[in-house]
Nanobody, 121 residues
Framework: QVQLVESGGGLVQAGGSLRLSCAASGRTFSNYAMGWFRRAPGKEREFVAAISRSGSLTYYADSVKGRFTISRDNAKSAVYMHMNSLKPEDTAVYYC??????????????WGQGTQVTVSS
């Protein structure tokens, strides 16, 4: 079992920045690829970004590429997402997730409860 707890969400104006954090506990954190997802009101959950076990590989949804940066600190069992140039359409609940698959997971095994990000225009 892996427990994931997100933090760092909040209300920000368009063009602003936020940093989300996800603290993991339970199993060895470096054994998991990590991802961030989001669900906007009335929409399906969508992929945002992912990072490999070592942190050497990352990939992003086109909608956030160049604005969001995912990173991890295996010593602290944490994954982060720096979000810059935020837009109202980035408003959503953001979730972190862990996968036992090494890279570009097709399945995530553990999920956090989510943190709300609201971007005002």
């Amino acid at each position: 079992q892996v427990q994931l707890v997100e933090s760092g969400g909040g209300l920000v104006q368009a063009g602003g920045s936020l940093r989300l954090s996800c603290a993991a506990s339970g199993r060895t954190f470096s054994n998991y690829a990590m991802g961030w997802f989001r669900r906007a009101p009335g929409k399906e959950r969508e992929f945002v970004a992912a990072i490999s076990r070592s942190g050497s590989l990352t990939y992003y949804a086109d909608s956030v590429k160049g604005r969001f940066t995912i990173s991890r600190d295996n010593a602290k069992s944490a994954v982060y997402m720096h979000m810059n140039s935020l837009k109202p359409e980035d408003t959503a609940v953001y979730y972190c997730a862990a996968s036992t698959q090494a890279w570009r997971p097709s399945r995530y095994d553990y999920w956090g409860q989510g943190t709300q990000v609201t971007v005002s225009s």
